[in-house]
């Protein structure tokens, strides 16, 4: 009997021991996910603090690195006074907002009918011309847009919104994420909708497109992204003021013989914080929308 007590007792130990080796790894785990959340949320705390400071005080506590670097000694909000009154910055979020948002609202409807098209219908060469849709978000932006800079020039639309909002409607990745959404509908849903004398702009309309409202506000925030943070292509078409997005009156702050840098930190602040507000509420649509989709083929 003693002896089968002590064998009894020998599995609880090891899983005392597991149990607390499990804990300590659970701990370490969060102590490396704080250290690195710290690394990552610190220079935007910095961005933040120095956009509030006197820019005679913004490098006077930078090094070495103490509690004075994150504190300013004087809040003032002169920086973003100066921005919309000086440099006219709600112009520059007026632009950025109507680009962004109406390359969201026509992005939406004609990616959502190209992925329809592609997840419905049979046709020859369905499956190369997908390819090269698949193909078009892989290219770096960058790469292609020289050759949309002549496209626009010689259609006219040089510093006009439709020059800065046509090329950001079009969009591979946003494609794919309603081809596999439409794909993992039923087919018999849409032909018991054309056996009830349904075209298919109605099916599209009135029955596809409003199921697919996850892959809706995913692609809307994919686009409104790839829009609001554009510089370099808007940076071409775009040179006249009145035209101005957000990333490229960022850099003007950055002039030859000086950098204005509460203006600087004061103007990243804004176009950080905007998009947060905006998409935050909507990251839950976003992650639903990619679960469901890249797990259907």
């Known amino acids: 009997m ?34 690195y959340g710290l690394f990552v949320v610190m220079p935007m705390l910095i961005v933040l603090f120095s956009s509030i400071r006197p820019g005679a005080e913004i490098f006077k506590n930078m090094m070495p690195f103490t509690w004075r670097t994150l504190l300013p000694n004087q809040i003032t909000f002169d920086a973003y006074v100066a921005l919309f009154r000086e440099y006219h910055f709600g112009k520059v979020l007026f632009n950025s907002f109507y680009v962004a948002t109406l390359s969201v609202v026509i992005g939406i409807l004609i990616n959502a009918m190209a992925g329809f098209a592609f997840a419905v219908f049979r046709f020859r060469g369905r499956e190369m011309l997908f390819a090269f849709v698949l193909i078009t978000f892989m290219v770096p932006f960058e790469a292609i847009s020289i050759p ?18 046509l090329p ?114 909507m990251q839950r649509y976003y992650v639903q929308a990619v679960t469901q989709t890249g797990i259907k083929e």
């Open 148 to 165: 949309l800079f002549q496209i626009i020039n010689q259609l006219q639309l040089m510093n006009t919104y439709w020059g800065l909002i």
């Open 168 to 281: 950001g409607i079009a969009n591979g990745l946003v494609v794919f994420l309603f081809r596999q959404f439409f794909k993992g509908l039923p087919i018999a849903l849409f032909e018991s909708a054309r056996i009830d004398g349904a075209n298919w702009m109605t099916i599209f309309t009135k029955l596809a497109l409003p199921l697919s409202r996850p892959a809706m506000l995913s692609a809307g925030i994919l686009i409104f992204i790839t829009q609001w943070g554009s510089f370099f292509y808007p940076l071409l078409v775009a040179n006249q003021p009145e035209y101005r997005v957000i990333q490229v009156a960022i850099a003007n702050f950055f002039t030859q013989y000086q950098t204005l840098w509460n203006l600087l930190f004061a103007s990243v602040v804004i176009a950080a914080v905007i998009p947060i507000i905006l998409l935050l509420p």
């Open 2 to 35: 003693p002896d089968q007590n002590k064998n009894q007792t020998l599995p609880i130990k090891k899983a005392k021991k597991i149990g607390s080796a499990s804990t300590l790894g659970v701990g370490a785990t969060y102590l490396l996910l704080l250290i």
